[in-house]
């Protein structure tokens, strides 16, 4: 009976140690979930989604890109579609790309504005055929102002009016 005490004593104290020793390591730390995205994040991916979407097609003098309902809709996309369209049918494609500097405007439940000043002056009207450049190079930047209305559709956020202003309105 006394050896059997000493075994399970005996037991109990490697078991014991080597739980201190388990406990004395560095636990672990798990690293914390990002949060998701807040409305005024999705509403510029959806903005900079469209303008990346615009610029490739207007590069590749593609008419309708189907990757444009992902990020775009109503007068939003009428307008790229038919300024697309029009310089496809005009053998135009562009060179370059603009640059794009949004900042979130008025935000409500489900519309946010994105406000932004766009510098059109790397992006110019080229000859599909050729690819030379069919304006000069301006000297001093081309400066667009832009407004976006972003609405979240029920699904996504989408551009829904995209209003350009005339060079220098910005």
Do not use: K, N
Request: with cysteine; proline share 5%.
């Amino acid at each position: 009976m006394v050896r059997l005490r000493r075994s399970v004593v005996a037991v109990l104290v490697v078991l014991v140690s080597a739980c201190a020793q388990e406990h004395s390591e560095t636990p672990e730390v798990e690293e914390p979930e990002s949060a998701p995205p807040s409305d005024e994040e999705l509403a510029l991916e959806a903005y900079e989604g469209m303008w990346d979407v615009y610029i490739e097609a207007s590069q590749e003098g593609e008419a309708a890109p189907s990757d444009l309902e992902r990020y775009a809709m109503g007068q939003a996309a009428e307008h790229i579609l038919g300024t697309l369209s029009e310089r496809a049918e005009a053998g135009e494609v562009a060179l370059g790309r603009p640059e794009i500097s949004p900042d979130v405007g008025d935000v409500g439940d489900t519309e946010i504005v994105i406000d932004d000043c766009v510098d059109s002056s790397e992006w110019l009207r080229g000859d599909a055929e050729s690819g030379e450049a069919l304006e000069d190079d301006p000297t001093e930047p081309l400066m667009r102002r832009v407004e976006a209305t972003v609405v979240y559709d029920g699904l996504a956020w989408r551009v829904e009016e995209f209003l350009i202003g005339q060079r220098d309105s910005c």
